[in-house]
């Protein structure tokens, strides 16, 4: 069973993507997840962490592939430094920062940022800044499958991408 938390955020999480009375998850699709964002963002708070998990399902083939290097991970702590934030990206980036190149160090800005706990106003401009490089990172992905899976055009319109949402 999937136990609802407190808060705005999470309890807008467990609203949009449980169902069942707790039974069974939902998981978004992308015009889901840009409305899922879009009431995280009109919520004006925060919560421990947000991660977004992207998936593609393509039924014909009965395949699904997960893409957790692509996750993101919203993390909100009372403080935080400019070490921490380098730590932080280096253990989400699996790679040591000082050896990411500027495009990286990019990415892990967008897809793992560290807020302060109770600062909505970056929560909100962190959310949407991810919102906005998924018209980057969709295309992307969608090319990393065709190629992984060997997509013809007739598999196409069988599959699409999913995001597993957490929260707490």
């Known amino acids: 069973m999937i136990i609802k938390k407190q808060g705005k955020v999470n309890e807008i999480v467990y609203q949009y993507t449980v169902y069942n009375d707790g039974q069974n998850r939902y998981y978004p699709t992308i015009n889901d997840l840009v409305f899922l964002i879009k009431k995280i963002v009109e919520a004006n708070d925060t919560t421990e962490y947000l991660r977004i998990n992207p ?23 009372d403080n ?5 934030i380098r730590e932080h990206h280096s253990a989400m980036f699996g790679k040591e920062y000082k050896e990411m190149t500027e495009e990286e160090k990019k990415i892990a800005d967008i897809l793992y940022p560290l807020c302060k706990t109770k600062d909505t106003e970056r ?6 800044s991810y919102k906005t490089y998924l018209n980057e990172l969709i295309p992307f992905l969608f090319n990393k499958v065709k190629t992984e899976l060997n997509l013809t055009e007739d598999d196409i319109p069988f599959g699409f991408f999913c995001f597993e949402v957490h929260s707490n």
Request: aromatic share 24%; glycine share 0%.
């Open 123 to 128: 929560f909100k401009r962190l959310l949407l």
């Open 55 to 77: 998936f593609y399902v393509n039924y014909r083939l009965d395949r699904q592939i997960e893409l957790d290097e692509y996750m993101f991970y919203l993390e909100c702590r």
């Open 80 to 84: 935080f430094s400019e070490s921490d």
